[in-house]
């Protein structure tokens, strides 16, 4: 059963910086892609920046230059992080890790949240002018 749980939301002023962690294990297969989504109060969920096995990175167009995606493989879990540089007060969202197997990046797209079957519960990022 694949679990993934989020950490390292919270509060800052423009400019400043956060870093998301996520925890995902249960994940068996070699081929994974993994994402993170933002969703702000009556908006839809989009996808921030996504991360494959390979290490192959996509982002949206807004963080691109600000945002970085990364992750670390430690003995039974897959860390994925985000870290976010020069935030906006409109970064401010819920932010969601999510993961799919047997999956693969191309093309430079980020994936639509349709392709995730793996959701974590949410960390708040809030950025304030």
Not at 5 to 10: R, W
Not at 38 to 61: C, F, L, M, N
Not at 95 to 113: D, F, N, S
Request: net charge neutral; hydrophobic share 35%; aromatic share 10%.
């Amino acid at each position: 059963q694949v679990q993934l749980v989020e950490s390292g939301g919270g509060s800052v002023q423009a400019g400043g910086s956060l870093r998301l962690s996520c925890a995902a294990s249960g994940l068996t297969n070699s081929m994974y892609c993994m994402e993170w989504f933002r969703q702000a109060p009556g908006k839809e969920r989009e996808g921030v920046a996504a991360i494959d096995a390979a290490g192959r990175t996509s982002y949206t167009d807004s963080v691109k230059g600000r945002f970085t995606i990364s992750k670390d493989n430690a003995k039974n879990t897959l860390y994925l992080y985000l870290q976010m540089n020069s935030l906006k007060p409109d970064d401010t969202a819920m932010y969601y890790c999510a993961a799919q197997e047997a999956c693969t990046l191309g093309g430079g797209i980020v994936p639509q949240a349709f392709e995730y079957n793996h959701w974590g519960q949410g960390t708040q990022v809030s950025v304030s002018s």
